[in-house]
């Protein structure tokens, strides 16, 4: 956990969250909230995504890595 980076939420993220959540549905790609809440933050630090939730592939721009199989055996 030493690697995360902990991102100071204000106003200004909440409306990047919501704004991004908007512009997906108008192109038909709904994801959850706390999920956009999430990519926001990552792309306002330029950081990635390490995860297996296929939501985070539906957004432009935002570096997802998907982290191998066998760490999950």
């Keep these: 956990m030493d690697v995360m ?8 993220l ?7 959540a908007w512009k997906l549905d108008r192109q038909g790609k709904v994801i959850p909230g ?11 630090l ?11 592939l539906k957004i432009d721009g935002l570096r997802v890595i998907t982290p191998p199989a066998h760490w999950f055996q």
Excluded: Q, Y
């Design 5 to 12: 980076v902990n991102v100071p939420s204000d106003e200004s």
């Design 14 to 20: 909440w409306n990047e969250a919501t704004d991004l």
């Design 34 to 44: 706390a999920d956009a809440v999430i990519a926001a933050s990552a792309m306002r």
């Design 46 to 56: 330029g950081a990635a995504v390490l995860t297996t939730d296929a939501h985070f």
